[in-house]
């Protein structure tokens, strides 16, 4: 049960507490926007000391405004996250006194991999004072922001014990509705409405409508909420989750304009999907596949492109390929993917058989997206010559599933075919991901492939996709 708060200052110190526990620094306390901004060029300078970059010369005020122009440019949270996950940002050095006067250079602001480590500084802000939209209004004071690298990511939002947690949430809706989030503020991805007994944590719609549909609940693996705040706070906010949520786990969806942040479930889908594909021994002879089991309505596009992505990124496959049963289907998910993939991640359709055979041979294809029909009609010798072995799927029921799956669920059995690195499948008519690997003389031949059954349970929330 949680521990009851009779005032917010008093849970604002036990939450600050928490976290200076669990990988959160410096503490800023009551900062406006102009003191962020010179911390944040503080920690630019210190992780942008090469002669080509910053060297001995701090930032100027000037330079500082040219990244501040960047951000009001991009305006919208979906812009910002990309800029945030392109890690670098380009200025022209303005001091006089710089060996590099007048010359554009780039500079990192954020490294998604350098987790809990390297370059990486993590700070909370306390009471941060916003400027409004309206003069006439009063400045507002948050509650609560956490700064990756100088850059303000989170805003929490808390209330006091026996408060709804709709009213943090609200007064969240409120700030936004002010014109508080501007300038360095635009650059907050997630929002978090806080009560000792409740949580709900949601991406920045932007100018867009706050939509509860999108608040969401962390949970475990098994899908049990998780309320108290100390629990939400040590499992979501701390590091290194609240790093690996920012620059993994949110989705920037180009097609509605919107960025999406990703429900616990398929967090504990896609991260342990690719993690397994990480840790495992390819050749060790024991090549298993698995399904993820969603149900309607449950976000499984988004989970299948973010587990895809995910191991694309880290290099442990030579291709994806999503594998649907149906035409339309195809249509749809390539359309959901290349919104999603945008131009850090190019995502290939499929015209024919002939077409696929060249894309799986092509070195620079990593992402594809084809039909079960065009699959089977692959000649695999064909393959060959771009030493890599194509698994030649078809659909079979495994009677072990029984217990755990619902009799749509399906696996892949290669067909007189070396043994594939990994194959993950979902009921039919939804997408799937199979990953190939590069030949080695001594890959056995697979007679039937096992299935691991990672199983998510319904989801409660309107899908995202």
Not at 37 to 42: L, T, Y
Not at 363 to 368: A, E, P, Q, R, V
Request: aromatic fraction near 8%; charge should be negative.
């Amino acid at each position: 049960m949680a521990t009851p708060f009779s005032s917010e200052a008093e849970f604002e110190k036990a939450l600050i507490d928490m976290l200076t526990r669990h990988g959160w620094g410096e503490v800023i306390h009551c900062p406006d926007e102009q003191q962020l901004i010179d911390n944040w060029a503080k920690i630019l300078f210190d992780n942008n000391r090469g002669r080509d970059q910053l060297g001995d010369i701090p930032l100027t005020a000037g330079e500082m405004a040219q990244i501040i122009e960047q951000i009001n440019e991009l305006r919208t949270p979906l812009a910002l996250n990309e800029f945030i996950n392109g890690r670098t940002v380009t200025i022209t050095r303005d001091a006089p006194q710089a060996h590099n006067f007048g010359v554009e250079i780039s500079l990192k602001i954020y490294d998604r991999l350098e987790i809990a480590g390297g370059q990486s500084r993590y700070q909370i802000a306390v009471q941060p004072r916003f400027k409004t939209a309206d003069e006439l209004l009063p400045a507002r004071r948050g509650d609560v922001m956490l700064l990756i690298n100088g850059m303000p990511v989170f805003h929490i939002e808390l209330k006091r014990t026996g408060v709804p947690v709709s009213q943090a949430a609200n007064q969240i809706a409120k700030y936004a509705h002010e014109g508080v989030y501007q300038g360095l503020f635009s650059l907050v991805q997630i929002f978090v409405a806080m009560t000792p007994e409740e949580s709900q944590y949601f991406a920045n719609p932007g100018t867009g409508k706050f939509n509860p549909d999108y608040f969401f609940h962390w949970a475990d693996f098994n899908n049990e909420p998780i309320n108290e705040w100390n629990e939400v706070t040590r499992r979501l906010l701390s590091i290194p989750m609240a790093h690996q949520l920012i620059g993994f786990y949110t989705v920037a969806d180009r097609a509605s304009g919107n960025l999406l942040a990703m429900r616990s479930y398929q967090y504990y889908a896609a991260s342990r999907i690719a993690d397994q594909v990480d840790r495992h021994d390819w050749d060790s002879g024991d090549q298993r596949g698995g399904y993820v089991w969603h149900t309607t309505g449950s976000g499984k596009t988004i989970t299948s492109f973010k587990t895809a992505q995910l191991i694309a990124d880290s290099h442990n496959a030579d291709k994806v390929v999503f594998l649907l049963d149906r035409v339309e289907l195809g249509t749809q998910s390539l359309e959901n993917y290349t919104s999603y993939g945008g131009e850090s991640l190019t995502v290939e359709d499929t015209s024919s058989a002939a077409n696929l055979a060249t894309l799986l041979k092509d070195k620079h294809s990593t992402l594809i997206v084809t039909s079960l029909h065009k699959m089977s009609r692959v000649n695999t010798d064909t393959l060959k010559l771009a030493d890599l072995e194509l698994i030649r799927a078809k659909r079979w029921y495994s009677s072990s599933m029984k217990p755990t799956a619902p009799p749509s669920v399906t696996c892949w059995q290669p067909s007189n075919a070396p043994c594939p690195t990994l194959c993950f499948s979902v009921s039919p008519a939804h997408p799937s991901t199979m990953k190939t690997r590069r030949r080695t003389p001594t890959q056995p031949t697979c007679s039937a492939m096992s299935c691991t059954a990672i199983r998510l349970p319904t989801a409660s929330a309107t899908a995202t996709s």
